[in-house]
């Protein structure tokens, strides 16, 4: 692997951060992106508690000291919860459109690791061809060594480049569509607790 790697020339080491990099990405939101970090069952049943109570300052004071896209829901809900239906609805897609992002963090910089390995794996490719051109306008014909040389460069490149890319294709697209899962499961919590801190409104 070793030899692999230095055969492919100097692309390999921007290759090769780019891999570390976009490994680091799918550790982090592959821990982060775990619905028990958003959706505790111990956090669900207290907030229930408390807004089925009508106990609306101590929900709000729960939900403030803790963090994630359902306390901050849940707190838009408390804060707004004389607004119109309608506005109430509205703020409410607003803020989960903001925590998608927030859960979203870091797939921006994935998606230029997916774009960018291919193209420095081209590039690689044209470098080593260019070995072999340089060599044959020098010498007027090119040994052996020096032919496989530059091909190996330009193959070991591209290889490596597709190798880092498409893996990462695949567990971008799957943390994209957790994180817009999650956020989903969150607002229809949400929407739950909407019913408990209504009701009273209604039923008077």
Known sequence: MLEWFLRGGPVMYP???LSLLGAAIVV???LVLRERNFLDPTHLAV???LLAAGDFARAREYCAGRTGPLSILVTTLLDNRFAPYDE??????DTGRHQLRFLERGLGVLSTVVAAAPLLGLLGTVL????????VS?????????LSAGIAQALITTAAG????????FLHAYLESKAQGLVQAIEARTWEFLHLVRRPQAEG
């Open 28 to 30: 982090e939101r592959l």
């Open 162 to 169: 597709l190798i880092i890319a498409i893996p990462f294709l």
């Open 88 to 93: 109430l609805k509205e703020l409410l897609e």
């Open 128 to 135: 080593g061809m260019i070995q072999v051109f340089e060599a």
């Open 15 to 17: 290759l090769l951060a």
């Open 138 to 146: 020098l010498a007027g014909a090119v040994r052996g060594e020096q």
């Open 47 to 49: 907030l229930g508690e």
